[in-house]
């Protein structure tokens, strides 16, 4: 394929004007990709969209997007609660779909969303796409090569203060699992597999806040601890809220039999990793493994199958397990039980050994 896969974008707004831009646009300049229209229901956005980010079609209705002729791959970036619909829609008409986290705020339509993906000519890529990392493959080696022997169990960490742009990450459909806690039970799960029972305690810590500079009330949970089983004593606790205002922990923590397997940084950021082996009896650090990687890396992801006929890594099985995992664990930290976790899927296998790469640089999260 020499001409470029042509973007439609649904949602203008934070992640879409600066982290996936930055993205597309040396994509764009290589003529990889171009983005034909972009949609937005904010008709405020058409100027930014228009004059500063290049992109030549604006329109508030994003049917328009999906039935464009001169849309190959649609990127759903909205709020969370129009992720299903829009990304239902868009592979009805079998368009390749990027659809930010979660895939869906239920089961019932994501159990669609993963069915469609598998009967339609479009590829279906589902955020967060943490597992392409080299940091986390390489961990995934590490781990299943045996480096810290059985793994026994693990924590993992990611938090901050809270968006302060828009109400819908407090209200029902938004939270902190959906928005943080996703990336946590993603990595998780790729290394460990599919789990099989969850339990929490979620609550709202902070009722009132202001953001976008006016007060309102949270509804949605601000503060979580999840613990999950995957069987045989195995347990992992996923600490995340929007509670944080700052920490020096490792992201990830493994715990094997032989030795503790760490990331540092955050997991959608990774800023190397640490390995302790009782048969070596120190730790190796690694810093700096992911010095290209950026977590909207999904997307080169997705254009790099289209172009070459590949199958992507990143699959609608695992966001829907890790979908699962959330909506049980607002189910447990309201009623105090625990749940069986029914779905299963096949993490992905990172055998093939990647080059190491040099340290880099550092980021905070509201450089996103
Ligand atoms: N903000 C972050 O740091 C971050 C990081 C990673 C992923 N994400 C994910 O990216 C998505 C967007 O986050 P954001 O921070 O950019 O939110 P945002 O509110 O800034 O942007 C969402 C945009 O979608 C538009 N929109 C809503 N419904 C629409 C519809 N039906 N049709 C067209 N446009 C519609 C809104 O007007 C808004 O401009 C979310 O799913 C979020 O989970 C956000």
């Known amino acids: 394929m020499t001409q470029p896969t042509r973007i439609g974008i649904v949602g203008c707004g934070s992640v879409m004007q600066r982290p996936y831009m930055r993205l597309i646009q040396p994509m764009r300049a290589v003529g990889t990709v171009d983005v034909t229209i972009a949609c937005d229901v904010r008709e405020e956005v058409r100027e930014v969209v228009q004059d500063r980010l290049g992109i030549g079609r604006f329109t508030t209705d994003y049917e328009e997007v999906i039935d464009s002729e001169e849309v190959d791959v649609v990127m759903v970036l909205t709020s969370m609660r129009e ?13 390749h779909v990027l659809v930010e986290k979660p895939m869906a705020v239920t089961l019932e339509e994501a159990a669609e969303i993963v069915e469609m993906a598998r009967h339609s000519s479009g590829l279906l890529v589902c ?14 080696r590490h781990i299943h090569r045996g480096d810290v022997g059985k793994v026994l169990m693990a924590r993992a960490r ?30 998780l799960t790729g290394w460990l597999g599919p789990a099989k029972r969850v339990m929490a305690m979620t609550g709202v810590a902070i009722p009132e806040r202001v953001v976008g500079g006016e007060m309102m009330r949270v509804e949605a949970e601000d503060n ?7 069987g045989d004593s195995v347990f992992a606790v996923v600490t995340t809220g929007f509670t944080m205002q700052k920490y020096r922990s490792p992201a990830l923590e493994v715990y094997g039999s ?8 955050d997991d959608w950021n990774p800023t190397g990793y640490e390995l302790w082996r009782n048969d070596v009896g120190a730790w190796q650090i690694h810093e700096g493994t992911d010095r290209d990687w950026q977590w909207t890396d999904g997307l080169r992801h997705l254009v790099d199958c289209i172009r070459n006929d ?21 189910e447990s930290g309201g009623d105090g039980q625990s749940k069986t976790i029914e779905s299963s899927f096949t993490p992905p296998s990172f055998e093939e050994e990647q080059e190491e790469v040099a340290p880099h640089k550092v980021h905070d999260w509201t450089q996103r």
């Open 158 to 187: 990611y938090g901050h203060s809270g968006p302060d742009w828009r109400p819908w990450f407090y209200l029902e459909g938004g939270g902190a699992l959906f928005d943080l806690g996703v990336y946590n039970i993603t990595c």
């Open 127 to 140: 955020a967060p796409h943490v597992v392409l990392s080299n940091t986390y493959q390489t961990m995934w």
């Open 310 to 330: 590949k199958t992507p890594v990143v699959t609608p099985e695992h966001a829907f397990h890790v979908l699962e995992i959330m909506l049980k664990a607002q």
């Open 83 to 95: 992720h299903g619909p829009i990304t239902r829609a868009a592979l009805a008409a079998g368009k």
């Open 224 to 230: 979580a601890h999840v613990l999950i089983d995957w």
């Open 258 to 265: 032989e030795g503790t397997i760490q990331m540092m940084g």
